[in-house]
C-alpha cells in the first residue's frame, strides 16, 4: 500500500510562502496515470482541492479566488517528493493539510483518493 508523509511547518507568518512537502513511499509518483494532489481543512469547513502534479509532471491547480495566481506544486522524482508552496498566506490559510494519491484530481470529495497522508496542521499567525 502506498504511503504519503506530508512535512513542514506548523506555524507560517502572514504573508509568507508555504511550503509542504509530501513524501510518497511503496509507490513512484511516475506511475502512469496517477496523480499527486494536496488538499486542504479549514476549522469548520469541508475538504478543499488545492492543486494537482501528475505521473508526467503536469499540474493542474484550484481557480477559486481563494487560490488564484498562490499557488505552485513541483516534484523531485529523485527523492519521490512533491512540494506545494502557497505564497501570500493570511490566517485564511489556516487548515490541516493533506496530500493524497490516486487516478482522480480537481475533487473535494476524499472518496476520490485512494491514498492519504495523515496530514499537517498549519496555523498562519503572526
Known amino acids: 500500500q502506498v504511503q504519503l508523509r506530508e512535512s513542514g511547518p506548523g506555524l507560517t507568518l502572514p504573508s509568507q510562502t508555504l511550503v509542504l512537502t509530501c513524501t510518497v513511499s511503496l509507490g513512484s509518483i511516475t506511475t502512469n496515470a496517477y496523480y499527486w494532489t494536496w488538499l486542504r481543512q479549514a476549522p469548520g469547513s469541508g475538504l478543499e482541492w488545492i492543486g494537482t502534479?501528475?505521473?508526467?509532471?503536469?499540474?493542474?491547480?484550484a481557480t477559486s479566488l481563494k487560490f488564484r495566481g498562490r499557488t505552485s506544486i513541483s516534484r523531485d522524482t529523485s527523492k519521490n517528493q512533491f512540494t506545494l508552496h502557497l505564497s501570500s498566506v493570511t490566517p485564511g490559510d489556516t487548515a490541516f493539510y493533506y496530500c493524497?494519491?490516486?487516478?482522480?484530481?480537481?475533487?473535494?470529495?476524499?472518496?476520490?483518493?485512494?491514498?492519504w497522508g495523515q496530514g499537517t496542521q498549519v496555523t498562519v499567525s503572526s
Open positions: 493524497a494519491g490516486g487516478r482522480d484530481y480537481g475533487s473535494d470529495w476524499s472518496y476520490n483518493y485512494d491514498f
Open positions: 502534479i501528475s505521473s508526467s509532471g503536469d499540474t493542474y491547480y
